[in-house]
């Protein structure tokens, strides 16, 4: 470093040291290994920050939107306890897996939000590709990074773990299914037409009429054919053929085929059955290259199985092989996973192919499991220590993970780097593709998520920053910080320790060190006595006292109208919270949260009085002046918060979609909602004839809770799902039935529903009394068919799907998940409809604070959009026959007039 940079970085120190955002842009930057992006609010709060510290504030309100603005491309998969979804059909509850302490854990989603923006796509050595906004962090082996600062020569963490599961399939539909997909021709075409499979392996063949067998499915093979040729019976209405449209594969090509959504939830096990059957099938083991893998004509397919082999611990590639043929896609699982293939999968006669590659030494050139060498350059490690226990420190390539463990036990230093569920994943290529259409998730908690097997991230940093660099002032202040999640506050507590407890930080602060006689993660202390101690709204906090408390987002978004929520944290602060500051006069509280109610903590302390209010809207309608101390800013109208993340036609767009969460959330203005959540302003009526032709039409039963014969409320929804011209989701309401019935009438109804509506879909919850209705339903349909028949009449086909209540969304939530599409008037009610007045009536009559006990035509509908089965179709435009003067014009070429 010459005396120029050694000067600049002096007085980048100081400043630090003094200036709280001075501060954080040097943590960023040299900490994180991040460029801080700012914007001007980032000054207002870290003024308030300052007069806090200087005495000036002891009571703050900071009302700031949730954080958003970092984007993945509609299309980008993520994985979710419900399988694979685009991220434009990711809903909010769904619950996602996420990044937490190099684990994989579970996340909800909290919302979602489209735009348009400058984009990058990231291509890894894997094989795998992501599309995202310049904006969005990845996680790097050296911290989040902005997309627009990642190099070829950054990693990213990369999925790379044992998810397991309760969720089971038929066995016999497994491998039928699977066979099919490697072995199969799915097209059946014609009325005699028969679907085929193609196998010479004696044992393979077996395993697949086994199955058959217990399908009741018939396998034939003619001599006209050749002897690993079979035919199944049945074309294209037999029993094969229904089981493959279940699972989305009847009628695909080799080409275009996928795996079924439900093999990405289904449980290890079964997992490993799969890949069992794919290994004998079209798999290979190459004892030359020492890895085994499958080569397909389908490149989807082929990502599909690399995000399935992710979620089972095994790490593969993809690469693109050119023949003259047919091009090819190669899948290689390298020799670091043999022995692990071999202990879960059976590979059938290529078995010892696959134990001549354990027993031989050494590692593949396709293996992807390694640790870059840069590690150990940035913690400056020398060999010498190493090679005296036999580990080399190698500085030109990169550690296999065997050698990086025995690093680790000899440097502690090294553990952070290392990974437990992921891997770190080298990028290949990266390149600028211009203005894409994206969608931006907000998930609880973690912040993060995993598309297309990569890990993504939405930062906040008000609590870390602004409690370390008061500690650097004033090493002896105590803390407390809460927040509605016991772990979210932990996370943040040791994430503010490991800040102060690191080398950056000393340079700035040399006097203030973390004391080794309280350390843990919820509470440490400094040198000087202190620290931090952190707890979940409403946790003990008996017996410690502190100079400041830090609230951070008291009461869930979910829980905005739970009366007993906003409650619980109303009373933590004032019966527990308050009595825990040293000094009742100069001690510190913050609150930090978006609006959520009228009467959440923030509207209690605000009606009380005496506290200092930032009130940060996502758009102001008027021109804004924001004074404290230093810091003066002049908002014009309609300027958004952050210009460089939103414009104001999107947020306009967002406020039509969201409704009342827009004006709490976003513009921390919340309204009262009791009782009028759904109005009359939000019902929207639909005619006969507009109705688009090409909606795939639902029947959603509410079976009621009783599994008893006796009279309850039951009821039954008939929707209508499409994609209408501006590519959004259109609900139709057809019918609504609804009364207190026995189970006989109930089954009558739905026979009436099932037979003015024979393309409909039905979808019966097997929660309460659907197990009593489906076995009644089924009685009845053989009953009614028998006596259509005499009539001459057609018989009842629908579709009947039964499913299991998703137990990680309460009701209510999904209840409110509707609010959007009414806002929006994307569910319309179709003119003349039976029961709307029911219907409309649970509607108007919903407080998401309580739960109703006639709201079962309500969640009938909340079922249609919320159920990934509920599907919806866009239009196909049939192009006209031409007529025969038109043939004769283009012929002759010659111009002709109407």
């Not at 079964?270 to 004509?297: E, H, N, P």
């Not at 005296?388 to 036990?409: A, M, P, S, W």
């Not at 409704?659 to 919340?670: A, I």
């Not at 009438?745 to 929660?767: C, G, N, R, T, W």
């Amino acid at each position: 470093m010459d005396k120029t940079e050694l000067q600049k970085l002096i007085i980048e120190r100081e400043l630090a040291r003094r200036s709280h955002l001075a501060y954080t842009r040097y943590m960023f930057k040299h900490y994180y290994k991040l460029p801080f992006v700012e914007n001007w609010h980032h000054g207002y709060i870290s003024e308030a920050i300052h007069q806090i510290q200087d005495g000036n504030i002891t009571r703050l309100i900071i009302n700031i939107p949730p954080s958003y603005g970092k984007c993945s491309k509609h299309d980008t998969r993520v994985l979710t306890t419900d399988g694979l979804k685009q991220i434009k059909d990711i809903k909010y509850g769904d619950m996602i897996y996420s990044y937490d302490d190099r684990k994989a854990v579970i996340q909800k989603c909290l919302g979602t939000e489209h735009t348009m923006k400058d984009s990058i796509k990231i291509t890894m050595r894997s094989g795998r590709e992501i599309t995202i906004s310049h904006d969005h962090p990845m996680l790097t082996f050296t911290g989040y990074k902005k997309a627009s600062d990642i190099t070829i020569n950054d990693r990213i963490a990369t999925l790379n773990a044992a998810i397991d599961s309760e969720y089971q399939i038929d066995e016999d539909e497994l491998t039928f299914v699977t066979h099919m997909i490697f072995e199969g021709n799915c097209r059946a075409t014609g009325n005699s037409a028969n679907i085929r499979y193609t196998n010479n392996d004696r044992n393979v063949v077996d395993d697949f009429k086994t199955s058959c067998d217990n399908l009741d499915i018939e396998v034939v093979q003619y001599d006209c054919h050749k002897s690993f040729e079979y035919n199944i019976r049945g074309g294209k209405d037999g029993k094969a053929a229904a089981l493959l449209k279940k699972y989305g594969i009847f009628g695909h090509l080799c080409y275009t085929k996928r795996l079924p959504n439900e093999f990405f939830k289904m449980s290890l096990k079964q997992k490993f059955r799969f890949l069992s059957i794919m290994f004998q099938t079209d798999g290979y083991v190459s004892k030359s290259a020492g890895v085994a893998g499958v080569t397909l004509a389908n490149k989807e397919l082929i990502e599909d199985i690399q995000y399935l082999l992710s979620t089972c611990g095994i790490i593969s590639t993809i690469y693109y092989k050119p023949n003259k043929k047919a091009n090819a896609w190669v899948l290689q699982i390298p020799r670091e996973n043999a022995k692990y293939l071999l202990e879960n999968i059976d590979f059938g006669h290529k078995t010892e192919a696959l134990k001549y590659i354990i027993e031989s030494k050494g590692y593949t050139k396709s293996g992807t499991n390694t640790y870059p060498n840069e590690i150990t350059k940035i913690e400056k490690l020398n060999g010498y220590h190493a090679r005296q226990n036999g580990v080399r420190i190698d500085h030109k390539k990169d550690y296999t993970h065997i050698r990086f463990e025995k690093l680790c036990k000899l440097y502690p230093q090294l553990e952070k780097y290392r990974l437990k569920d992921f891997y770190w994943d080298k990028i290949k290529k990266i390149e600028w593709i211009g203005v894409e259409h994206l969608v931006h998730i907000e998930v609880e908690n973690t912040k993060n998520y995993i598309a297309n097997g990569l890990v993504s991230h939405n930062t906040e940093l008000t609590i870390k920053q602004g409690s370390s660099w008061m500690l650097g002032q004033t090493a002896w202040k105590k803390f407390i910080h809460t927040s509605y999640s016991s772990e979210l506050s932990t996370k943040n507590s040791f994430q503010t320790r490991e800040l102060v407890d690191n080398e950056i930080y000393r340079q700035l602060f040399p006097k203030v060190s973390i004391s080794k006689a309280q350390d843990q993660k919820h509470y440490w202390e400094t040198n000087h006595r202190g620290g931090m101690f952190a707890t979940g709204t409403g946790g003990a906090v008996t017996g410690f006292h502190a100079h400041g408390i830090w609230i951070d987002d008291p009461t869930k978004a979910i829980e905005a109208h739970s009366q007993a929520a906003l409650t619980e944290s109303i009373d933590y602060l004032e019966g527990s919270l308050y009595s825990r500051l040293q000094d009742k006069r100069k001690g510190f509280i913050v609150l930090i949260m978006q609006r959520l109610n009228p009467k959440d903590l923030a509207g209690r302390l605000l009606e009380q009085g005496g506290w200092e209010h930032i009130c940060l809207k996502a758009l102001e309608s008027r021109p804004v002046v924001y004074d404290m101390g230093k810091f003066h800013y002049e908002r014009v109208a309609n300027e958004p918060l952050w210009i460089e993340y939103e414009d104001y036609d999107l947020l306009m767009q967002q406020q039509q979609a969201m409704g009342v969460q827009f004006s709490s959330q976003y513009q921390q203005d919340p309204e009262t909602v009791v009782g009028d959540f759904y109005t009359d302003e939000d019902f929207s009526e639909i005619g006969e004839f507009d109705i688009p032709e090409h909606e795939k039409k639902y029947i959603i039963i509410d079976p009621a809770m009783s599994t008893k014969n006796t009279a309850d409320n039951r009821a039954v929804v008939v929707t209508g799902k499409s994609i209408d011209e501006k590519k959004m989701e259109l609900i139709t309401v057809h019918d609504v039935f609804f009364g207190t019935w026995e189970l006989s009438v109930f089954v009558e109804y739905i026979i009436d529903a099932m037979i003015k509506y024979p393309d409909a879909m039905v979808l019966l919850e097997l929660s309460g009394g659907g197990i009593l209705v489906n076995q009644e339903l089924s009685k009845e349909i053989v009953r009614k068919n028998l006596i259509l028949k005499e009539r001459s009449k057609p018989t009842i086909k629908n579709r009947i799907e039964t499913f299991a209540p998703k137990r990680s969304v309460k009701k209510n939530e999904k209840l409110q998940a509707m609010q959007p599409y009414f806002r929006s008037h994307q569910i319309k009610f179709k003119r003349g409809a039976a029961g709307l007045d029911q219907l409309k009536k649970e509607l108007r009559s919903f407080d998401p604070a309580k739960d109703s006990p006639k709201d079962d035509c309500m969640e009938c509908l909340a079922e249609s959009i919320t159920n990934e089965r509920c599907k919806a179709r866009g239009s196909k435009k049939k192009e006209k026959p031409m007529t025969k003067l038109q043939k004769r014009a283009i012929r002759s070429n010659k111009m002709w007039r109407i």
